[in-house]
T-cell receptor
Framework: AQSVAQPEDQVNVAEGNPLTVKCTYS??????LFWYVQYPNRGLQFLLK??????LVKGSYGFEAEFNKSQTSFHLKKPSALVSDSALYFC?????????????FGIGTKLQVIP | KAGVTQTPRYLIKTRGQQVTLSCSPI?????VSWYQQTPGQGLQFLFE???????NKGNFPGRFSGRQFSNSRSEMNVSTLELGDSALYLC???????????FGPGTRLTVL
């Protein structure tokens, strides 16, 4: 069975500092990996995805994520955090290894950017 | 293109009642998924439909059901509501089964 872990319930970072939100996954086949962001009382917004190719994926709002197959990780990063980045971030995985699999989401990490 | 729309946005019901939630996907998207979001539980997968067929189902009781129409619009139904069904129900659409999902704003269901 596929799974996603987001080990930190909350991440606090000062405005202007780099930020990292961690995600590890487990699938039996090739992983399709996604990051979404959720602002209060809103649905999820797609940030970026990894299907194949370059391990460093660039997405919306200056975010990027690095796929690391050996560590089964897909951490979300941004070089300089903004207060407006404060939100709930979800990592998700779909097993692309044959047949059809659902998307599994992590429990979410709350990012707090401190002015 | 218009985004995913969900109706109603807010709903208050009492225990034992049933409820139907509606989702209109992005034009051209044929896959619709439903999720339940509660604090501390993250997003729990309910089911996914593609071309009017249920392709996958999560671990929810039979009180939760859904369907998809020929125009790709989808509905989910919850019968015999329980207090624990209070949650934000999110719908997501995608062009195909393995594509990126795009989410609607959700329906906030409160069961009293």
């Amino acid at each position: 069975a596929q799974s996603v872990a987001q080990p930190e319930d909350q991440v606090n970072v000062a405005e202007g500092n780099p930020l990292t939100v961690k995600c590890t996954y487990s699938v039996s086949g090739n992983p399709y990996l996604f990051w979404y962001v959720q602002y209060p009382n809103r649905g999820l917004q797609f940030l970026l995805k990894y299907i194949t190719g370059d391990n460093l994926v660039k997405g919306s709002y200056g975010f990027e994520a690095e796929f690391n197959k050996s560590q089964t990780s897909f951490h979300l990063k941004k070089p300089s955090a903004l207060v407006s980045d404060s939100a709930l971030y979800f990592c998700a995985v779909r097993d692309g290894g044959g047949g059809y699999q659902k998307v599994t989401f992590g429990i979410g990490t709350k990012l707090q950017v401190i002015p | 293109k218009a985004g995913v729309t969900q109706t109603p946005r807010y709903l208050i019901k009492t225990r034992g009642q049933q409820v139907t939630l509606s989702c209109s996907p992005i034009s051209g998207h044929r896959s619709v998924s439903w999720y339940q979001q509660t604090p501390g539980q993250g997003l729990q997968f309910l089911f996914e439909y593609f071309s009017e067929t249920q392709r996958n189902k999560g671990n929810f009781p039979g009180r939760f059901s859904g369907r998809q129409f020929s125009n790709s619009r989808s509905e989910m139904n919850v019968s015999t509501l329980e207090l624990g069904d209070s949650a934000l129900y999110l719908c997501a659409s995608s062009p195909g089964l393995t594509d990126t999902q795009y989410f609607g704003p959700g329906t906030r269901l409160t069961v009293l």
